[in-house]
């Protein structure tokens, strides 16, 4: 016999009262099942997105969705573990360099990954432009490399949380996505099921992500910071700048190739400092405190681990990667300095040249993208190429052109004001 039904608890949280915990977790399990149906579901996200939950109710939201799957456990491994999360940003290509890295300084980094949707790119959709590279790993894989090489970005697999699985592509359609209690219990369900010891945050911030506002952006960070530590997950956040894009590049085999360069020990300044500074937590939460990351970069350890943890997954990273067969140049209008770029305008240029997906399945292209030939603050002259378009289908070109128009702003240096890109830190 059930022990509630669905328009119990969906009218519960209609008139704004708090769930209790039998309501949830026979709420997740049923949806789970298929006993609740999808537009019940549907109706209580959105009296959540409207009503809102508090803590213990979005902490047993959240066991719930962790219950309804498997957990996986790395105790066996000689080294601490810890993890990172970005939610989402344009040219956000830090996972790359940041693994190997953290792998480098003696912390296992289990980096379960996804597949973009939208304006922002997907990791492994960037790592799939390295020829002969396998997303999907068995856990005894997993555990392998974990322990040989330390590092593993590969593919969630869909025993973690299916719960979120289901729901997240209910409130995709649904208009549900944008509650703050349902965003935190699904990146921390599947954070917490992966079972990292210690986890960092990069709670983006501004037009190219998710959080267009630096208040919305801190309560996710706080609200997540919370579960993970109710869950006995040392967990840290930083919110970080996503008003301009990172580095110069966004497209997938283009972002591999200016990871490789950080790697090598060069690459773009705000790369080297974002990949540092959560290297630097990352290595904190796991207890290691004697190593600075910056020397692993400068000795080639971090590369050494790059190089093992893809050829680990049947990828060459020597190889060639794919190049766009057309390129269209943007040359500055004006002389002046680069006040401002867009990070929305350039997400969508590249997922319109053919970098990203509209529906999941669609197929990416490896070369697609944009580069940007300057920063904010950076002088530029007239007539001097701002960007290159890349794709191998150039009746791309003019949507992507439309998506760059406005997003950029050339006039006197006096009017640069340049943003921190590491806002706060919040534990
Ligand atoms: N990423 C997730 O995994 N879940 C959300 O709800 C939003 C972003």
Known sequence: MSQHDAVEVITAKRDGHEL????????IANYTDGVVADEQMSALAM????????????ARWTGAMIASGERM????????TSDKHSTGGVGDKITLPLAPLVAACGVAVPQLSGRGLGHTGGTLDKLEAIPGWRASLSNDEMLAQLEGIGAVICAAGTGLAPADKKLYALRDVTGTVEAIPLIASS????????????LVLDVKVGTGAFMKDEARARELAETMVGLGKDAGV???????????????????????AES????????????????LALAREMLAGAGVTDVDPADKLADGSAMDAWKAMIRAQDGDPDAPM???RESHVVNAPSTGVLTRLDAMGVGLASWRLGAGRATLGDAVQDGAGVVWHARPGDEVTQGQPLFTLLTDEPERFDRAL????????????????????????IA
């Open 187 to 198: 990146i921390m369900s599947k954070k917490i099921a992966e079972g990292t010891g210690s």
């Open 20 to 27: 209790t915990d039998s309501q949830i977790d026979w709420v």
């Open 402 to 425: 439309a998506s760059l128009e406005g997003g950029y702003d050339i006039g006197d240096g006096a009017r640069f004001d340049a943003q921190p890109l590491v806002i706060d830190r």
């Open 73 to 80: 456990d790395f105790s066996s491994l000689s080294r601490p």
């Open 322 to 324: 794919a190049t766009a």
């Open 234 to 256: 040392h967990t840290v956040a930083l919110l970080t700048d996503m008003s301009t894009p990172l580095g110069f590049t966004a497209g997938n085999a283009i972002e591999v």
């Open 260 to 275: 490789v360069e950080v790697l090598a020990g060069g690459g773009p300044a705000d790369v080297v400092e974002l990949t």
């Open 47 to 58: 009296a959540i997105l409207l009503n809102g939950m508090n803590r213990r109710e979005i």
